[in-house]
């Protein structure tokens, strides 16, 4: 549980994160989270997967808190998606590309 000071910096960061990226507030997956100082990732673990739904602030500090993760869960892999350049994150960090996502924006059910 997070204190008063903690909870309105992590509310202060994921409203900036969102004005970021245009994600929803209520799309942010927070299942899973870590924040502090430096940011917040929010991450999800299922089939020896670790993965990040959405990191915000200091990427190279949450890169190494997601590989950390992957320790304590036993985690094989670590996946994520980019909102944006995900070829940096290739060249930066050694990630592949190994799915692209399709959206269809306004669907009729």
């Given at each position: 549980?997070?204190?008063?000071?903690?909870?309105?910096?992590?509310?202060?960061?994921?409203?900036?994160?969102c004005?970021?990226?245009?994600?929803?507030?209520?799309?942010?997956?927070?299942?899973?989270?870590?924040?502090?100082?430096?940011?917040?990732?929010?991450?999800?673990?299922?089939?020896?997967?670790?993965?990040?739904?959405?990191?915000?602030?200091?990427?190279?500090?949450?890169?190494?808190i997601?590989?950390?993760?992957?320790?304590?869960?036993?985690?094989?892999?670590?996946?994520?998606?980019?909102?944006?350049?995900?070829?940096?994150?290739?060249?930066?960090y050694?990630?592949?590309?190994?799915?692209q996502?399709?959206?269809?924006?306004?669907?009729?059910f």
């Amino acid at each position: 549980m997070l204190d008063a000071e903690a909870a309105a910096l992590f509310e202060e960061q994921i409203a900036m994160f969102c004005n970021k990226t245009g994600i929803p507030r209520d799309e942010i997956i927070l299942d899973n989270y870590i924040t502090n100082s430096k940011g917040f990732i929010s991450y999800s673990v299922f089939n020896k997967v670790l993965f990040v739904n959405h990191v915000y602030g200091d990427g190279e500090y949450f890169i190494g808190i997601a590989k950390k993760l992957c320790g304590v869960y036993g985690c094989n892999r670590l996946q994520g998606f980019a909102s944006k350049h995900a070829r940096g994150y290739q060249k930066k960090y050694g990630f592949s590309i190994v799915q692209q996502v399709m959206e269809l924006k306004q669907c009729d059910f």
